[in-house]
Protein backbone atom coordinates (compact mmCIF):
# COMPACT_ATOMS: atom_id res chain seq x y z
CA UNK A 1 0.00 0.00 0.00
CA UNK A 2 1.62 3.60 -1.38
CA UNK A 3 0.66 6.16 1.02
CA UNK A 4 0.83 9.95 -0.51
CA UNK A 5 1.39 12.90 2.33
CA UNK A 6 0.21 16.48 1.25
CA UNK A 7 1.63 18.62 1.48
CA UNK A 8 5.24 18.18 1.51
CA UNK A 9 6.22 21.47 3.64
CA UNK A 10 3.39 23.74 5.46
CA UNK A 11 4.83 26.71 6.79
CA UNK A 12 2.18 28.23 9.78
CA UNK A 13 2.01 31.10 12.42
CA UNK A 14 2.56 29.57 15.92
CA UNK A 15 -1.67 29.64 16.66
CA UNK A 16 -2.69 28.55 13.74
CA UNK A 17 -3.72 25.19 12.55
CA UNK A 18 -2.03 22.17 10.45
CA UNK A 19 -4.06 20.06 8.17
CA UNK A 20 -1.78 17.26 7.10
CA UNK A 21 -3.00 14.73 4.48
CA UNK A 22 -2.42 10.76 3.97
CA UNK A 23 -3.91 9.34 0.81
CA UNK A 24 -3.77 5.66 0.48
CA UNK A 25 -3.40 3.80 -2.57
CA UNK A 26 -6.20 1.18 -1.47
CA UNK A 27 -8.56 1.22 1.71
CA UNK A 28 -6.90 0.71 4.85
CA UNK A 29 -8.96 -1.19 7.13
CA UNK A 30 -9.89 -1.39 10.52
CA UNK A 31 -8.09 2.53 10.10
CA UNK A 32 -4.91 0.72 10.88
CA UNK A 33 -3.22 4.14 10.21
CA UNK A 34 -0.48 6.03 12.55
CA UNK A 35 1.17 9.10 12.86
CA UNK A 36 4.42 9.43 14.17
CA UNK A 37 6.59 13.27 15.02
CA UNK A 38 10.29 13.41 13.82
CA UNK A 39 12.65 16.44 14.96
CA UNK A 40 15.81 16.84 13.56
CA UNK A 41 18.07 13.93 14.83
CA UNK A 42 15.78 12.27 17.00
CA UNK A 43 13.92 9.15 16.62
CA UNK A 44 10.61 9.09 15.65
CA UNK A 45 7.90 9.86 18.30
CA UNK A 46 4.13 7.81 18.04
CA UNK A 47 1.80 10.56 18.05
CA UNK A 48 -1.64 8.05 17.06
CA UNK A 49 -2.78 5.02 16.21
CA UNK A 50 -5.88 3.38 14.86
CA UNK A 51 -6.41 6.41 13.19
CA UNK A 52 -7.44 8.69 15.96
CA UNK A 53 -6.33 7.18 19.35
CA UNK A 54 -3.58 9.20 20.78
CA UNK A 55 -0.74 7.96 22.25
CA UNK A 56 0.08 8.23 25.85
CA UNK A 57 1.48 12.10 26.63
CA UNK A 58 0.43 13.37 23.40
CA UNK A 59 -1.26 16.68 23.82
CA UNK A 60 -5.18 16.66 22.68
CA UNK A 61 -3.89 19.75 20.19
CA UNK A 62 -2.86 16.25 18.05
CA UNK A 63 -5.89 14.95 16.27
CA UNK A 64 -6.45 11.82 13.99
CA UNK A 65 -9.15 10.94 11.81
CA UNK A 66 -10.43 9.59 8.64
CA UNK A 67 -11.32 6.42 7.01
CA UNK A 68 -11.20 4.14 3.96
CA UNK A 69 -8.26 5.82 1.98
CA UNK A 70 -8.36 9.37 3.58
CA UNK A 71 -6.78 10.30 6.76
CA UNK A 72 -5.93 13.70 8.38
CA UNK A 73 -3.53 14.69 11.07
CA UNK A 74 -4.60 18.24 12.83
CA UNK A 75 -2.73 20.13 14.75
CA UNK A 76 -4.18 23.02 16.64
CA UNK A 77 -2.69 26.06 17.98
CA UNK A 78 0.74 25.68 16.60
CA UNK A 79 4.07 26.13 18.93
CA UNK A 80 7.92 26.63 17.57
CA UNK A 81 7.81 23.12 19.25
CA UNK A 82 6.01 21.30 16.43
CA UNK A 83 8.56 21.97 14.03
CA UNK A 84 8.97 18.59 12.91
CA UNK A 85 8.55 16.00 9.92
CA UNK A 86 5.01 14.21 10.26
CA UNK A 87 4.75 10.60 8.69
CA UNK A 88 1.75 8.26 7.78
CA UNK A 89 2.14 4.84 8.40
CA UNK A 90 -0.22 1.92 7.21
CA UNK A 91 -0.28 -1.62 9.67
CA UNK A 92 -3.07 -3.37 7.63
CA UNK A 93 -0.39 -5.31 5.72
CA UNK A 94 3.59 -5.37 5.54
CA UNK A 95 3.88 -1.57 7.23
CA UNK A 96 4.78 1.15 4.99
CA UNK A 97 5.24 5.04 5.88
CA UNK A 98 4.22 8.07 3.55
CA UNK A 99 7.39 10.44 2.48
CA UNK A 100 6.41 12.99 5.26
CA UNK A 101 5.12 16.66 5.73
CA UNK A 102 7.76 19.28 6.81
CA UNK A 103 5.80 21.58 9.33
CA UNK A 104 7.48 25.19 9.59
CA UNK A 105 5.88 27.44 12.67
CA UNK B 1 10.53 4.33 31.38
CA UNK B 2 10.63 2.45 28.13
CA UNK B 3 14.72 2.49 26.95
CA UNK B 4 15.48 0.68 23.73
CA UNK B 5 19.42 0.96 23.37
CA UNK B 6 20.82 -0.09 20.46
CA UNK B 7 24.63 -0.96 19.63
CA UNK B 8 27.05 -2.57 16.99
CA UNK B 9 26.48 -0.47 14.37
CA UNK B 10 29.52 0.75 12.03
CA UNK B 11 31.26 0.80 8.82
CA UNK B 12 31.21 -2.22 6.50
CA UNK B 13 32.22 -3.23 3.21
CA UNK B 14 29.95 -4.51 0.47
CA UNK B 15 28.76 -8.24 0.63
CA UNK B 16 29.73 -7.37 4.51
CA UNK B 17 27.76 -8.24 7.88
CA UNK B 18 27.02 -6.41 10.82
CA UNK B 19 24.99 -7.67 13.92
CA UNK B 20 22.99 -5.09 15.60
CA UNK B 21 21.68 -5.40 18.94
CA UNK B 22 19.18 -3.86 21.03
CA UNK B 23 18.68 -3.34 25.25
CA UNK B 24 15.02 -2.95 25.91
CA UNK B 25 13.80 -2.07 29.42
CA UNK B 26 10.74 -0.67 31.64
CA UNK B 27 8.54 -3.34 30.10
CA UNK B 28 7.59 -6.67 30.31
CA UNK B 29 10.08 -7.47 27.10
CA UNK B 30 8.41 -11.09 26.32
CA UNK B 31 5.09 -9.23 26.37
CA UNK B 32 5.35 -6.98 23.12
CA UNK B 33 6.86 -8.24 18.96
CA UNK B 34 9.80 -6.44 19.13
CA UNK B 35 10.65 -4.19 15.25
CA UNK B 36 13.90 -2.63 13.19
CA UNK B 37 12.93 0.25 11.06
CA UNK B 38 15.68 2.04 8.96
CA UNK B 39 16.41 5.96 7.60
CA UNK B 40 18.59 6.65 4.27
CA UNK B 41 20.34 9.74 4.90
CA UNK B 42 17.72 12.53 4.35
CA UNK B 43 15.31 10.41 3.19
CA UNK B 44 11.94 8.63 4.67
CA UNK B 45 11.34 5.73 7.30
CA UNK B 46 11.27 2.21 5.96
CA UNK B 47 9.98 -0.96 8.03
CA UNK B 48 12.66 -3.77 7.87
CA UNK B 49 11.59 -6.49 10.68
CA UNK B 50 9.54 -8.10 13.05
CA UNK B 51 9.73 -10.59 15.33
CA UNK B 52 6.49 -11.87 17.65
CA UNK B 53 6.52 -11.75 21.65
CA UNK B 54 7.53 -15.56 21.68
CA UNK B 55 10.10 -15.75 18.91
CA UNK B 56 8.19 -18.35 17.02
CA UNK B 57 7.29 -15.86 13.69
CA UNK B 58 9.47 -13.05 12.19
CA UNK B 59 8.36 -10.97 9.12
CA UNK B 60 10.62 -9.17 6.90
CA UNK B 61 10.97 -6.16 3.75
CA UNK B 62 10.67 -7.62 0.73
CA UNK B 63 13.98 -5.67 0.35
CA UNK B 64 15.87 -7.51 3.04
CA UNK B 65 14.11 -11.02 3.49
CA UNK B 66 16.69 -13.53 2.96
CA UNK B 67 19.20 -11.48 3.76
CA UNK B 68 18.57 -10.26 7.08
CA UNK B 69 17.33 -12.15 10.11
CA UNK B 70 15.68 -10.91 13.51
CA UNK B 71 15.68 -12.56 16.47
CA UNK B 72 15.11 -12.04 20.28
CA UNK B 73 16.16 -13.64 23.74
CA UNK B 74 13.51 -13.03 26.02
CA UNK B 75 15.82 -14.27 28.94
CA UNK B 76 17.73 -10.82 28.55
CA UNK B 77 15.76 -8.73 26.77
CA UNK B 78 17.49 -8.10 23.90
CA UNK B 79 16.69 -8.53 19.94
CA UNK B 80 19.03 -8.51 17.39
CA UNK B 81 19.39 -7.94 13.66
CA UNK B 82 22.02 -9.88 11.98
CA UNK B 83 22.38 -8.27 8.28
CA UNK B 84 24.65 -10.45 5.47
CA UNK B 85 25.53 -9.77 2.29
CA UNK B 86 25.09 -5.85 2.41
CA UNK B 87 24.42 -3.56 0.10
CA UNK B 88 25.58 -0.05 -0.40
CA UNK B 89 21.73 0.79 -0.36
CA UNK B 90 21.18 -0.99 3.01
CA UNK B 91 23.00 2.39 4.34
CA UNK B 92 20.56 3.76 6.78
CA UNK B 93 20.26 4.61 11.11
CA UNK B 94 18.29 0.96 12.26
CA UNK B 95 16.00 1.68 14.73
CA UNK B 96 14.89 -0.33 17.23
CA UNK B 97 11.32 -0.20 17.85
CA UNK B 98 8.86 -1.66 20.65
CA UNK B 99 5.14 -2.48 18.92
CA UNK B 100 2.31 -1.82 20.36
CA UNK B 101 0.81 -5.37 20.31
CA UNK B 102 2.13 -9.29 21.01
CA UNK B 103 2.26 -9.81 17.33
CA UNK B 104 3.11 -7.55 14.20
CA UNK B 105 4.10 -6.00 12.28
CA UNK B 106 2.00 -2.84 13.41
CA UNK B 107 2.43 0.49 15.36
CA UNK B 108 5.73 1.52 17.01
CA UNK B 109 5.07 2.78 20.25
CA UNK B 110 8.43 3.35 21.58
CA UNK B 111 12.24 3.78 19.53
CA UNK B 112 15.61 3.86 20.32
CA UNK B 113 18.20 6.75 19.31
CA UNK B 114 18.91 4.31 16.48
CA UNK B 115 22.38 2.67 15.39
CA UNK B 116 24.26 3.61 12.05
CA UNK B 117 25.36 1.52 9.84
CA UNK B 118 27.39 2.74 6.56
CA UNK B 119 27.68 0.49 3.23
CA UNK B 120 31.22 1.53 1.78
CA UNK B 121 34.21 0.61 -0.08
Known amino acids: IVLTQSPGTLSLSPGETAALSCRAS???????IAWYQQKPGQAPRLLIS???NRATGVPDRFSGSGSGTDFALTISRLEPDDCAVYYC????????FGHGTKVEV | EVQLVESGGGLVQPGGSLRLSCAAS????????MNWVRQAPGKGLEWVAN????????FYASSVEGRFTISRDNSRNMVYLQMSSLRVEDTAVYYC??????????????WGQGARVTVSS
Open chain 2, 97 to 110: AKDGLKIGPYFFDY
Open chain 2, 26 to 33: GFTFSNYA
Open chain 2, 51 to 58: IVFSGEDT
Open chain 1, 26 to 32: RTVSSNY
Open chain 1, 50 to 52: GAS
Open chain 1, 89 to 96: QQYIISPT
